[in-house]
């Protein structure tokens, strides 16, 4: 417990200064993020960090990385185009790389790349702290109302200790305090802003069993061992990695 409390704090607090900051620095410690958990992800689906299918995927993050700090914002689409095109025709030319192989690529380079792209894109925006405060105010919110009144699992085959009421009490807690950011940005806007939050709360704990069911379905207990009392950089960031985009595109499209 000691060293999840420190690791917890120090990476906390790393990671508010590194959002304080902003520009380049922000985007190249989210580059470093999302290579890892390439990474992470390649060492269980393909046995090795270094796999062709991880290569595949640091240089898509690579791309997308220069896209971003470039001037040539508008490439986004082009990458995306060229990345699952490339993945296809390597399949039909490669006899190494099968449908299996080509389903995990694309699974790691949409979960762990596109999503966490969705970061760098808030690069400078308040609402990079509205991802922090859904993503982790659901995992409090959750934690201490499920410890306190939980009764019912929510998805015991995937995650055994969560429960309805935790779930409840996440979405609640996430809900307030979103509408309480919204008012310090001086945003009204309460039917949007309560939809989007429970939306987004729901999206931030799917992010949560979609890692605890690969852990389950892999046999693994962590995705690594990077962040002592933590695991692995997926283990604190599995429900960023779906909060992120949510954001970003209602802020894009309905403020």
Not at 42 to 63: E, L, P, Q, R, W
Request: proline share 2%.
């Amino acid at each position: 417990m000691k060293k999840r409390v420190i690791t917890g704090v120090t990476g906390g607090a790393f990671i508010a200064v590194v959002t304080y900051l902003g520009g380049n620095i922000y985007d190249f410690v989210y580059f470093g993020i999302t290579c890892i958990a390439i990474y992470e992800l390649s060492k269980i689906y393909f046995g090795n960090g270094f796999d062709y299918g991880a290569i595949v995927n640091y240089m898509f993050a690579i791309a997308l990385f220069i896209e971003k700090i470039t001037e040539y914002r508008h490439f986004f689409d082009f990458f995306l185009f060229l990345y699952i095109s490339l993945n296809f025709l390597i399949f039909v030319f490669s006899k190494k790389v099968d449908a299996n192989k080509l389903a995990r690529i694309i699974f790691i380079g949409t979960y762990a790349v596109f999503f966490m792209y969705h970061m760098m894109l808030l690069n400078g925006s308040p609402y990079v702290w509205l991802v922090y405060i859904i993503a982790f105010g659901t995992d409090t919110f959750a934690y201490f109302t499920g410890k306190m009144l939980g009764r019912h699992k929510l998805y015991p085959e995937v995650s055994p200790n969560k429960t309805i009421e935790g779930a409840i009490g996440g979405i609640i807690g996430c809900t307030i305090f979103s509408i309480l950011f919204f008012n310090y940005l001086r945003i009204n806007k309460y039917i949007y802003i309560i939809i989007f939050s429970v939306s987004a709360s729901i999206f931030s704990m799917a992010g949560d069993l979609t890692a605890s069911k690969i852990k389950r379905e892999t046999g693994i207990k962590d995705f690594g061992y990077m962040l002592p009392g933590h695991g692995g950089i997926l283990d604190r960031f599995d429900s960023v990695l779906f909060v992120a985009p949510s954001v970003y595109y209602f802020v894009q499209h309905f403020l």
